[in-house]
């Protein structure tokens, strides 16, 4: 879905439309809205996880347009997003009409669902030949369906059909932008995304969309600066104000990002993404009891969400892991293993938290058993993140252990991931030499767990990868801190 169609929840015609229909709830009294204005309602209460209310809408909308497509699309879809592909069919079956234009999308997102990628693009193909009246408004909405299943390269062919009739629109430029970021060519993205505001300044979404490559290049300089211009557009629009609370977030300004994420609930208080990222936002400020409060909140709006759902209990794991209640935090980490199978093996995350809760003999009995459980070209990874875990718990000989295991392997990406929390555990041990041959190492693999590890003792104005330099070149200064460092 795109931006534009998600802001159309926030929007004053839907508001009044939900307005109505909730007011006949309440009443009793039948309400007359059209069958595309009544699918809409019951798609928000589906995004809100209110499936009961969702379908009791849906219902009302086939009772009051039982010849209407709409309503059968958003069922079959449902079906679709549940893997009841069986059940989308059943429901398509019911609706005959191939010219429909829901039903032509509907058909096209059920063979991509399916990973049938000829087929969708066939049939594609041969349904814009009956679309020559709107032909360019069909291309825009077929790119965004290719975007949503992660496929780039053949929305880019249909965002071509598009400019090629209007190669002027902003709106246009906007969707090529967006493109072009998701084939990870950030560069090519930020200029396209500015032609669309040079012609039109107050295109929300495309501001927004520079935003997010700004976020993709870490330049959040940029980022915030851009956003900004979009919050200036609309203080209240609620995909701007996550998107500021997001800059702020990658900051670590993680009070100011809280105050932006709950200006967005504020505006829009279904979006569950919203309520991870502050929960995670006020754990980090140690703000426990009400991170948990927005964490469980999440898992109300995340019902459709798999992928949010369980980064939340993830997050839940972490936050009852810090409180001391071990059996709460088994059981989050559980929850979210069932929803699909973690990244990492789940022993790794059970003997974190019993490590982080002074159990180390079950740590170690969890360590052992990700180990023994692990594929054999995983097992460095695994080695890696339990050194990790005993780093971060300060048990720094048992981590070197494990993170010199991962140098040994095969495993270079593993490998360079050790690099810096083997030097944390090298300049904890007071080992100098030891710190700087493998600060050095970090530095020159440019190590993404650099920052995580040492990020403590980085001056703001200095890059992760030029640290070893500095610290060459200004000990007095490094050995302050580390002086400082030892009295906590």
């Given amino acids: 879905m795109s931006g534009e169609d998600f802001s159309y929840f926030n ?26 204005e009544l699918t ?54 019911q609706f005959p009409d191939e010219n429909d234009r829901e039903v032509i999308f509907f058909d096209a997102e059920l063979l991509l669902y399916e990973k049938k990628l000829s087929e969708a693009a066939a049939y594609i193909e041969k349904a814009s030949h009956r679309m020559d009246d709107d032909i360019e408004l069909f291309a825009y909405d077929i790119a965004y369906l290719y975007i949503d299943y992660g496929l780039f390269e053949i929305a880019d062919t249909w965002c071509e059909k598009v400019l090629a009739i209007h190669p002027a629109s902003d709106r246009n430029l906007k969707l090529k932008g967006e493109i072009l970021s998701g084939l990870n060519r950030q560069e090519e993205a930020v200029e396209i995304l500015n032609r669309a505001l040079d012609i039109n300044p ?20 940029k980022a915030n600066e851009t956003i900004d211009f979009a919050l200036a557009i609309n203080e209240t629009d609620p995909r701007s104000l996550q998107m500021k609370a997001h800059c702020l977030f990658y900051q670590n300004n993680f009070h100011e990002a809280h105050r932006y994420y709950e200006a967005s609930i504020k505006a829009f208080p279904v979006d569950a993404m919203n309520y991870l990222y502050d929960g995670i936002s006020l754990f980090n400020i140690k703000d426990y009891e009400n991170a948990r409060t927005q964490l469980e909140k999440g898992c109300k709006y995340a019902r459709t969400d798999h992928i949010v759902q369980q980064q ?20 989050e980490i559980e929850t979210a293993n069932n929803i699909t199978p973690l990244e990492h093996h789940i022993n790794i995350f059970k003997g974190n938290i019993y490590l982080e ?113 500095y610290v060459i070149t200004h000990p007095e200064w490094f050995l302050k801190i580390k002086s400082e460092d030892k009295k906590y």
């Fill in 202 to 221: 107050y295109n929300i979404y495309a501001w927004q969309s520079l935003t997010e490559v700004y976020i993709l290049l870490n330049d959040y300089t």
């Fill in 357 to 469: 809760n002074n159990r180390p003999a079950e740590a170690l009995k969890c360590f052992n058993s990700a180990i023994t459980e692990s594929k054999p070209e995983k097992k460095a990874e695994t080695c890696l993140y339990i050194g990790i875990a005993y780093a971060e718990c300060f048990h720094y000989k048992e981590a070197e252990h494990y993170l010199r295991s991962v140098l040994e392997s095969k495993n270079r990406i593993s490998a360079n991931k050790a690099y810096a929390y083997l030097s944390l555990c090298a300049l904890k041990r007071d080992d100098a030499k030891t710190f700087l041959s493998f600060l050095k190492s970090a530095c020159e693999v440019d190590d993404p767990f650099l920052e995580v590890a040492l990020g403590s003792y980085f001056p703001e104005e200095i890059e992760t990868n030029e640290f070893y330099d």
């Fill in 312 to 331: 939340i209990h993830i997050q839940l794991s972490m936050l009852y892991s810090k409180q001391g209640n071990v059996k709460a935090a088994i059981d």
């Fill in 40 to 93: 809409d309602i019951a798609e928000f209460y589906m995004i809100s996880g209110e499936t009961e209310k969702a379908t009791e809408c849906i219902n009302y909308a086939r009772s009051l347009h039982p010849d209407c497509v709409d309503p059968f699309i958003f069922m079959a879809r449902q079906k679709l997003f549940a893997n009841d592909i069986e059940g989308a069919k059943a429901i398509r079956k």
């Fill in 11 to 36: 929007d004053a015609e839907f508001k009044k439309h939900l307005s109505l229909y909730e007011k006949m709830l309440g009443t009793n009294q039948p309400v007359y809205l059209e069958a595309d």
